[in-house]
Every structure is written in structure tokens, then in C-alpha cells.
């Protein structure tokens, strides 16, 4: 009988026990607060130390190609420059020579012309002179016959005309004139041969561009908060494009970016399986965030950074919110656009329900969104004005 009662007893006692310890856990689970976190946890958000040298390397390795490239084309340019100049200089100097000989042949035509002038003119100038003298000597004799007194008259020699100095005035030569050179119209300036743009140089800040989202380089994610820990999801499956003056973004500025539902990472697997049950990736197989308008806050040409809300449709779980996210925008040293930005969503309002397990475990209906993106520029967009 003894040993009857106290197998009851036992049994009572274990069962008010194990009530018990539900009953604390129910009344402290709101005051707990573990937080579980992981080496990793702290640059989640960043891009991946590995990736982004890989992608500077890329960049680097781009513009030693480009530099080739230009170098080579520059070159070519000279060369043909250089034959095309050097043509155009010996069908020039040609034209000239010929230009000259004609000149030269015009001035010999003339002097022979003269001197052949020169020469009838010396031999009529001697015949009137022998005729003038045989008249004198005719007219002295016939004095001398007829004068009663001897008259002693000097013979008169009239020497030959000597030649006419002919002067000859120095032909003036005209020198064709050179053509000048053809100038570029202002539209379309001189480039030197060396005047090319590297790869990396594509990014303006002031004119309207296109801007790529670097997958490998990008993080979208959340940070939600549960009954026992905090926990996030991230995800590198990010794909998407950006249209903007970052000189006047909140002109005219667009874009869209989307992310993998099925492949955000929360750290532990069954985890995982419970959030991709709730998201339905094979039904809505993504995350994206629409981007219709900006507001700035600040805008900083010199340090080429931008603040603002980025505003735009969130779609999660096939239902579209209107949002609006705080992002900043910088400039990295490859040129490439750094966007990070946060805000705070509730899950119900996409149709997503909250976990919870047993009612013990349930995690917060409020998220908080982030974007850590890395963008590079696809050159001016089809609009563009500076």
C-alpha cells in the first residue's frame, strides 16, 4: 500500500514539476533575450574581402587591356596621321615645283624677248649713226670745193653706238599658297592619338548613367528578431540596374533590384527550410524592390556622396507595399557605386506570417530590410544631359 502511494506521489510530483517549468518559461519568455551570433555575423552585410580584390583585380586587369587597346589604336592613328601628312607634303611640294618651273619659264621667255629687242635696237642706232657721218664728210667736202679760202675741216669719226645697257626687273615669283590646315568643326574637337578613356573612367558623377548591380559584390538581407535570439538572412543572388544623375538624383531617377527568395541564408538549415516553406520561392521566386524616386538629403560633388530615401513598390510573397528606404550613396576607388541603406518592414503586411514553434519560440512580426549593393556604370543613359 506504502509503496503504491509514493509511486503516485512521484508521478503527481514529476507532473506539477514539468507544469511548473512551462508555466515560468510562459511568464519570462518576454524577458529573455540570448543572442546567438557567428564570426561571420559582424561583415554579413559587406561584401566579401576575397570578392571585392577579385573585383579590383578585374577592374585593374580591364584597364591595362583598355590601355593596350588605346595605345594601340593611338599608334595606329599616328601612323596613319603621319603617312597621310607626309602625302599630302609631297603632292604639295610637287605642285609647287611644278608652279616654279612654269614661273621660271615665263621669266626666261622674257629676258630672251628683251635681249633680242636690245640687239635690233643697238644695230638701227649704228646704221643712223655711219649714215649721219658719211652726210658730214659729203658736206665738208662740198664746203672745202666751193669756199675761195682753204678751210681745214678735222675729220669727224663717229664711233659705233655702243650697247644700250638693257635692265631687266626681277621677275616677281608668285609662291603658290599653302593650303591651310582643315580644322574640326567645334562640335567634334581634335583628339590626340594617345586620347583615349580607360574602362574605369566611364563614371561621371554629373550626367545621367547607367549603373549595373555587381552580384558578387552585393548583399540584400534581414535582421529579425525571435523569442530566444536575433537572427539574419542574406543572400548574394542579387541582380538589377539604376538610371541616375548622382549630381541631381532626385531627377528623374529609376531602377529595380531583385533578389533569390530560396537562396537567403539565415545560418542554420532547418531554419531555412521553415523560412522557404513561408516565402513559397516556387511561387514567388523573388524579392524585389522597385525604384520610382529619390529624395536628397545631401549631395557632396567633392566627396561624391549622396543621402537620401530611396522611394518605390517592395514586393515580397507576391504582394507590392509602397516604401521608403534611408540610403547612402558613395564612390569606391574602382569607380563603382557603394548603396547601403535600411528600413523597417511587417511581415504580415506582404501576407507572410510569422513562425512560431509550440507557441514558445515565435519570432517578431517587425524585420528590418538592408541593401549593401556595389554598382559599376554602363556609360551615359540614352537620355543623358549633363
Known amino acids: 500500500m506504502t509503496q503504491k502511494f509514493l509511486q503516485r506521489f512521484g508521478v503527481v510530483a514529476l507532473f506539477v514539476l514539468v507544469a511548473g517549468s512551462i508555466a515560468a518559461l510562459i511568464v519570462v519568455r518576454d524577458r529573455m533575450d540570448i543572442t546567438v551570433a557567428d564570426e561571420a555575423s559582424a561583415s554579413r552585410r559587406g561584401p566579401d574581402p576575397v570578392e571585392l580584390l577579385a573585383a579590383d583585380v578585374a577592374v585593374v586587369r580591364d584597364d591595362v587591356r583598355g590601355l593596350g587597346e588605346g595605345f594601340r589604336s593611338g599608334m595606329q592613328s599616328l601612323h596613319d596621321a603621319l603617312e597621310g601628312s607626309a602625302g599630302e607634303r609631297e603632292t604639295r611640294l610637287a605642285a609647287e615645283v611644278a608652279a616654279l618651273r612654269s614661273e621660271l619659264a615665263i621669266v626666261r621667255n622674257r629676258l630672251d624677248q628683251n635681249a633680242a629687242e636690245a640687239a635690233g635696237s643697238r644695230a638701227q642706232v649704228n646704221q643712223a649713226l655711219a649714215t649721219l657721218g658719211q652726210g658730214l664728210q659729203d658736206l665738208a667736202k662740198a664746203v672745202a670745193e666751193d669756199s675761195r679760202q682753204a678751210v681745214s675741216v678735222a675729220p669727224i669719226v663717229l664711233a659705233p653706238a655702243a650697247a644700250p645697257s638693257v635692265e631687266v626687273a626681277a621677275a616677281e615669283v608668285p609662291v603658290p599658297a599653302v593650303p591651310a590646315a582643315t580644322t574640326a568643326p567645334e562640335s567634334a574637337p581634335k583628339k590626340g592619338f594617345l586620347s583615349f578613356q580607360l574602362p574605369s573612367q566611364g563614371f561621371v558623377f554629373d550626367q545621367r548613367q547607367r549603373f549595373a548591380i555587381v552580384s558578387n559584390l552585393s548583399r540584400v538581407g534581414f535582421d529579425a528578431k525571435s523569442t530566444l535570439h536575433d537572427f539574419s538572412g542574406v543572400t548574394t543572388r542579387v541582380e538589377g540596374e539604376i538610371t541616375a544623375n548622382l549630381a541631381k538624383p532626385g531627377e528623374n531617377c529609376s531602377g529595380s533590384v531583385s533578389a533569390q527568395s530560396a ?124
Open 263 to 386: 537562396s537567403l541564408d539565415t545560418g542554420l538549415e532547418a531554419r531555412d527550410e521553415s523560412m522557404r516553406e513561408i516565402l513559397e520561392p516556387a511561387k514567388f521566386p523573388e524579392v524585389r524592390f522597385d525604384w520610382s524616386a529619390f529624395e536628397p538629403t545631401s549631395v557632396d560633388a567633392a566627396a561624391q556622396k549622396v543621402v537620401g530615401v530611396a522611394k518605390g513598390k517592395l514586393s515580397i510573397h507576391g504582394v507590392a507595399r509602397d516604401v521608403s528606404m534611408p540610403v547612402t550613396i558613395t564612390v569606391d576607388a574602382s569607380k563603382r557605386l557603394a548603396i547601403d541603406g535600411q528600413t523597417k518592414i511587417k511581415m504580415s503586411d506582404f501576407g507572410v506570417k510569422p513562425p512560431s514553434k509550440l507557441g514558445l519560440i515565435s519570432v517578431e512580426d517587425e524585420a528590418v530590410l538592408w541593401i549593401a549593393l556595389r554598382a559599376r556604370t554602363l556609360g551615359p543613359a540614352a537620355d543623358a544631359k549633363r
